[in-house]
């Protein structure tokens, strides 16, 4: 059996949690700051864990995280 590919891109993108879960991180912070607050900025500084619904596709792009 050959070895599996890891997406790249997935790789740069999800974390594995100690559960087994995925964790991301947040959008909408790269650019055209000025117009969110300060209060909108700090909450998107920190990471969300991913749907349930997209759990399957994220473990399939990273076999061995």
Excluded: E, W
Excluded at 17 to 37: E, P
Excluded at 41 to 47: D, G, I, N, Q, V
């Amino acid at each position: 059996m050959p070895k599996l590919k890891t997406n790249r891109g997935a790789a740069k993108r999800f974390r594995r949690t100690a559960k087994g879960g995925f964790k991301r991180g947040q959008s909408f912070r790269s650019h055209i700051l000025t117009k969110k607050s300060t209060k909108r900025k700090r909450h998107l500084r920190s990471t969300a864990r991913i749907a349930d619904a997209d759990a399957k596709s994220v473990r399939q792009m990273l076999p061995y995280s």
